[in-house]
């Protein structure tokens, strides 16, 4: 089963979670770190990656699976 990998806020630090698991699969000083590991994690498994901002909400979002509606061009 394919988890969507998410990138959220953790008091001063971001932590890299997949869908319905209770701990984090790493905690990071910078946004930017986390999203570098997300983004492998996301590429293993074929599955969504889902950036949140420091309010908590997504603020962008990456497929690297096998996307249905591809873009043309």
Known sequence: MKKNVHVVPKKDEWAVVTENST???KITSTQK???ERA???AK???SELLIHGKDGKIR???SYGNDPCPPKG
């Open 33 to 35: 770190e986390a999203i």
């Open 44 to 46: 293993n498994n074929q």
């Open 23 to 25: 701990r984090p699969v």
């Open 39 to 41: 983004t492998e994690i």
């Open 60 to 62: 962008e979002k990456n």
